[in-house]
């Protein structure tokens, strides 16, 4: 008989905490599929953010750490310091990564670290409850811009594929979608290009999952999928910013 | 000829880091400890370590943890308004137990201050500057060779409690230069087996073992309550096994000083002027400010007049005075601040209207 | 036995230089040292100075406020420093920058034409080197030998090229004082 699935070894077999229809467990899995594909689950070292998936080392079967807020892609590059050899990843949110952890995460990318950034962008504030992100769009509602986000008082979307993509040390910047079978398929390909330019150290390494939050959207799952569709990919176009040149 | 080397004290702190087995440092420019940061970024890639000039001490302290919970052996360094930034950083080292020595080079504040010596860190170093339940070992060095010797300790200490340690001194001592002994660089064998040595550190598992966590979550107050308690015992061992002091001139003291770091010399001098004078001072001078050593005080003699807090700040480390002298005896302040300067003269002049009003 | 020593100019006349020359000079000679800079924001064309303690015992403050010798590189640092200097202490002018004559009857004054003797050598880089010189000579608080074996650890590879220029700095004003006395 043909073993069509096994669960991947990458994740341990307990059932996530995460919401219904939130795709913060298809992120886990595929990064936990690929470094365990690759045979780097024993050399993996993971740094988890703080929002949701603080709890990510719950699931991911790899050493890792907690971080203070935003801070992670620092905190990675002190442990890729000490061990070169090993692969080092962080897992993030946007209000960690977009927000509080800009100058981190742009400067881990301007030194060319050897790390990849997993950036899952569910244009909203998770862990505390649905507040604003800098990746919130306009007339969103959230718990701090109750009658929607406003130009005029928050600005624009923030885009950090494209904005990382600007910076020299990045070597490879992908944005994806969590929003179909297809979408899962090519997420996957990403994690694997983005952690073979960490082990060629060709530079720092990155991949933006557009994912969703059922939650604080307000919407069910299948309306979640839907308005990635038809909101969040015309404004954070899908695709390769940097390293598939050609 | 003399085998002492004269260094600086920003180079000296910077090697007897290296010599301690320190491979990893994070740093960000700030006044006035920048030559080590420099001494770090020429040295450390030569001796099979790591530099990196950080976006900011934000960064640098998370670096810092990131390296430590590797494994390595970490040195940071700022001065009081970095060290401020970094506190973030302090508190969740704490949170996670994971051993970092930080040297604060420190100057006069509040605020951005200015970038002459200052002691007005006291408060920030000992009652902790970050959030929650937590204590930092605290090392005030009264000079270089001092320095030297606690940076070795404080690698030893900083590991065996697994808790950040801090070397204070202040812009004199990094500025200054004076004659040395380094060990050498061979003196501390880099352990071969991190995993070994560290069992908790994140080394990668290998597949070989259960993946290690380094986590500061506890969400359950249970939980949480339960790891602060124990984190709490390893503080009450650290007050019992680490308070020290030096005792210079106290067992028929009238008057004993207490002060710590560059403003213990001047009272050292201080002290020979009095006694020209007919009067009999010494001085408690405090090594470790956290634990704060209050057994030294059980050596005031009954016959004291007063006990006088020297320091650098408008009297922070009175504090810990009095509530080790516990109202056994008058307690008085004499200090500078805003990166002014005591003069022995002006300490002895001080203490002479001190004990002419008692 | 402690002498405390203060030097002033401007920033770029080599003034730490000459306090750390003479603060390791002391060194090899076994003794007891400190040497202590001030430092600020300003790095070239700002006031310097430093302070050397040297002694036989262990010294206690480096900050030198009664300093037994005071070496000025420039006017201002004489204006600031001169009332601070012991009684009979020492005081040497940089003679080339400073015009006043210095207003204490109680102290040994040491004009010395530094710029000029530098320039006679090299260029007025070496003034400070000048001024190290005639300092060793009059006071005698290290030798002409430590600052020599100084130079040769400090001036090493392709600054070793450097050292004869130097030495010859250190001796030219005892070399010109010699002259004089004969004349």
């Known amino acids: 008989m043909n073993t069509l699935f096994e669960f991947t070894k990458g994740m341990k077999p307990d059932s996530t905490s995460y919401c219904p229809g939130c795709t ?18 024993g050399r993996a070292i993971g740094v988890a953010p703080i929002g949701c998936s603080i709890v990510s080392h719950n699931y991911m079967n790899v050493d890792m750490c907690e971080s203070t807020h935003g801070r992670a892609p620092a905190i990675a590059s002190g442990i890729k310091r000490v061990h070169p050899g090993n692969i080092v990843f962080t897992y993030q949110g946007d209000g960690d990564l977009a927000s509080i952890g800009t100058g981190e995460i742009i400067h881990a990318a301007h030194r060319g670290e050897h790390i990849t950034t997993f950036f899952i962008n569910n244009a909203i504030y998770g862990m505390t409850g649905g507040q604003m992100a800098p990746t919130t769009f306009i007339g969103q509602k959230t718990t701090t811009t109750a009658e929607g986000r406003t130009e005029k008082a928050n600005g624009k979307p ?9 910076v020299g040390g990045a070597a490879y910047v992908e944005r994806v979608a969590l929003n179909s079978p297809s979408g899962v398929r090519k997420a996957k390909k990403a994690v694997l290009r983005a952690l073979d330019v960490q082990d060629r150290k060709e530079g720092f390494s ?39 040149e050609g | 000829m003399d085998d002492r080397r004269l260094m600086k004290g920003n180079e000296a702190f910077a090697e007897a880091a290296i010599v301690s087995g320190c491979r990893y440092y994070f740093g960000y420019p700030i006044t006035p400890q920048n030559e080590l940061t420099e001494y770090m970024s020429r040295e450390l890639p030569g001796a099979g370590g790591s530099f990196v000039q950080a976006e900011s001490e934000l960064a640098a302290v998370s670096m810092a943890y990131g390296a430590a919970a590797a494994g390595g052996r970490v040195l940071i360094s700022s001065s009081s308004p970095g060290i401020a930034l970094m506190q973030e950083g302090l508190s969740f080292l704490c949170s996670v137990d994971i051993p970092l020595v930080v040297l604060n080079v420190s100057r006069g504040g509040p605020g951005v201050g200015g970038i002459q010596p200052g002691q007005a860190d006291y408060f920030q170093a000992t009652r902790g500057g970050g959030n929650g339940d937590y204590h930092i070992i605290v090392y005030a060095p009264a000079s270089i060779q001092e320095s030297i010797d606690l940076m070795g300790k404080a690698y030893d200490v900083a590991e065996h409690y697994r808790n950040p340690v801090m070397l204070l001194v202040d812009g004199m001592l990094g500025q200054m230069m004076e004659p040395v002994s380094m060990p050498s660089r061979d003196a501390y064998a880099l352990p071969e087996d991190v995993s070994a040595m560290k069992p908790w550190a994140i080394t ?10 380094v986590k500061s979550l506890r969400l ?6 339960e790891a602060v308690e124990k984190r709490g015992a390893k503080y009450a061992a650290a007050e019992q096994e680490l308070a020290s002091y030096e005792a210079v001139d106290i067992e028929s003291a009238e008057v004993v000083f207490v002060a710590f770091g560059s403003t213990s010399r001047i009272v050292k001098d201080a002290i020979g002027l009095l006694r020209a004078d007919g009067v009999r001072a010494g001085m408690i001078r405090p090594i470790s400010l956290w634990p704060f050593p209050e057994r030294a005080f059980e050596q005031v003699p009954a016959s004291a007049k007063a006990v006088i807090s020297v320091e650098l700040s408008m009297g922070q480390l009175i504090q810990d005075v009095r509530l080790a002298v516990n109202g056994r005896f008058p307690v008085e302040l004499i200090h500078r601040t805003g990166g002014m300067l005591l003069t022995p003269e002006e300490v002895a002049a001080r203490t002479m209207d001190i004990l002419e009003v008692k | 036995m402690t002498q405390k020593v203060l030097m002033a100019g401007f920033g770029g006349q080599g003034v730490m230089l000459m306090g750390e020359l003479l603060a390791y000079a002391a060194m090899l000679e076994g003794k007891q040292v400190t040497y202590m800079p001030s430092y600020g924001p300003e790095m070239r064309g700002g ?28 006017e201002p640092s004489m204006e600031k420093f001169e009332k601070s200097i012991a009684p009979s202490g020492m005081l040497f ?8 004559t210095p207003l204490r009857q109680d102290i040994k004054c040491f004009p010395v034409e530094c710029n000029e003797l530098a320039r006679a050598i090299l260029s007025e880089k070496i003034a400070n080197i000048v001024m190290l010189g005639a300092v060793i000579c009059a006071s005698g608080i290290v030798s002409g030998e430590s600052v020599g074996e100084v130079m040769r650890r400090k001036f090493v590879g392709k600054k070793s090229k450097f050292i004869p220029m130097n030495m010859k700095a250190l001796t030219v004003w005892s070399d010109h004082y010699e002259d004089e006395k004969r004349q």
């Open chain 2, 204 to 213: 990668g598992h290998d597949n070989r073992r259960e993946r290690n966590v």
């Open chain 3, 47 to 74: 006031t310097a100075n430093c302070s050397v303690v040297i002694s036989d015992e262990e010294i206690s403050s480096p900050i030198v406020t009664e300093p037994a010798i005071l070496i000025a590189m420039n």
């Open chain 1, 206 to 244: 990155f991949v933006e999952f557009l994912s969703t939050c059922p939650t604080n959207w307000g919407l069910d799952p299948v309306a979640s999928i839907e308005w990635v569709n038809t909101d969040m990919i015309p404004y954070y176009p899908l695709g390769n910013f940097k390293g598939m």
């Open chain 1, 24 to 41: 913060h467990g298809i992120a886990h899995r595929l990064i936990m599929e690929a470094l365990c594909e690759r045979g780097d689950l």
């Open chain 1, 158 to 166: 923030l885009r950090m594929s494209e904005m990382i993509a600007t």
């Open chain 2, 220 to 225: 359950k107050p249970d939980e949480l309550e």
């Open chain 3, 93 to 100: 002018i940089n003679r080339s920058l400073i015009r006043r």
